[in-house]
């Protein structure tokens, strides 16, 4: 009867032993050393899922590095890393993971950081964060509007490097939400950004540049109660209007084409004084308001090298800063429709045309 059962048993029989005097071997592959555990009893194992990146928003995809989160394999709680940033930890099991330490009665963030000072726009940093008593954590990219527009499911603590994004300015904006049985936590992180750009004049603005400097022909024309620009590179006309109405300047398409009247002889000037002509002409003509408020002419228009540059790339809540022919700097405010002179002597360096 032995020889029966004894050979499909025995394996049983033997772990069953192995068991009853507290000792397990594990090895993971061929050549794997055998590694020594003691079971703790009521320690139940789960294994930690890799964060993985989820778009929320249709914004270009980052460069993301995922770097797995290892888990302490003593589940008793013990005293928080004394470094944040480095934490001591213990190679998890090859087959099995622990499941973290029992949570405290309080939801908090313990830390939430980087060990990156300053960084590029497009450069790598890393994040590092710590819980207590958390369910679920979630890391989310933030824009400069407070939208949440990208999301790593993560594990309760450890760390992710990922990219900061080259459109960035100021700083990058980061999220951690630690979600627990019955409420919230939330945590902010600013990583300041280095600005990749430098302004055409000086003394210059607090923002950042959203890009180079841009050379481009430009033809200026006074008149009674403000002034025209034209910029080559970008085919517009801005007018910028000297009385206390709003909005303080305007922005037109240069629809002129080469064979279009380039005047109308119909309307006469007071003496000493000028129509526009060829694109200011077209603007100044089919806009009353701007006629209105422009006047007449009072020089004949001045063709020049100018230069601009942007605080940002959303036209919409910009500030443009051009060139003009004396030097000066002129600043026009999309966000609140006005505009400001900044003297010649103010931008430094060679301003002539």
Same mark, same amino acid.
């Given at each position: ?24 071997? /594990? ?8 590694? @020594? ?12 899922? =890799? ?47 622990? =499941? ?35 369910? +679920?954590?979630?890391?989310? +990219? ?10 790593? &499911? ?27 049985? &019955? ?36 033809? $200026? ?5 403000? +002034? ?11 007018? /910028? ?31 000493? @004084? ?18 209105? +408020? ?10 020049? $090298? ?48």
């Amino acid at each position: 009867m032995m020889s029966e059962w004894w050979p499909r048993w025995r394996p049983v029989l033997i772990l069953a032993g192995a068991l009853g005097s507290g000792i397990v071997l /594990v090895a993971c592959g061929g050549n794997a050393e055998p590694t @020594l555990y003691t079971p703790m009893p009521g320690v139940t194992v789960t294994l930690e899922p =890799t964060p993985v990146a989820t778009r929320i928003a249709d914004v270009p995809t980052p460069t993301v590095i995922l770097e797995p989160t290892r888990t302490p394999t003593t589940p008793t709680p013990g005293p928080s890393p004394t470094n944040p940033l480095a934490p001591t930890l213990s190679p998890a099991p090859a087959t099995l993971t622990a =499941t973290h330490a029992p949570t405290l009665s309080r939801l908090s963030v313990e830390y939430f950081t980087t060990d990156t000072g300053v960084v590029k726009p497009g450069e790598n940093v890393t994040l590092y964060w710590g819980t207590r008593g958390a369910d +679920r954590v979630r890391i989310y +990219r933030v824009d400069a509007e407070g939208e949440r527009i990208w999301r790593w &499911d993560v594990n309760t603590s450890g760390k992710i490097t990922v990219g900061t994004r080259t459109s960035d300015r100021d700083v990058a904006r980061f999220l951690l939400v630690a979600e627990g049985a &019955d409420a919230n936590v939330e945590q902010p992180l600013l990583i300041p950004l280095q600005c990749p750009e430098v302004w055409f004049f000086d003394p210059a603005p607090e923002a950042c540049p959203a890009g180079p400097s841009q050379l481009s022909t430009e033809v $200026e024309q006074t008149f009674e109660h403000g +002034r025209m620009i034209w910029v080559a590179t970008q085919a517009r006309v801005y007018v /910028v209007f000297e009385d206390d109405r709003t909005p303080r300047w305007a922005q037109f398409p240069d629809n002129f084409k080469e064979g279009d009247p380039e005047r109308d002889d119909s309307l006469v000037p007071p003496p000493d @004084l000028l129509q526009p002509v060829r694109g200011f002409g077209l603007v100044w003509r089919t806009n009353p308001r701007v006629r209105d +408020r422009l006047g007449w002419a009072t020089t004949p228009e001045v063709s020049f $090298e100018g230069m601009y540059q942007s605080d940002s790339a959303e036209a919409s809540v910009a500030t443009l800063y051009l060139r003009m022919r004396d030097g000066g700097i002129l600043a026009l405010n999309s966000l609140d429709d006005e505009w400001q002179a900044l003297p010649p002597g103010a931008t430094g360096g060679d301003t002539s045309p």
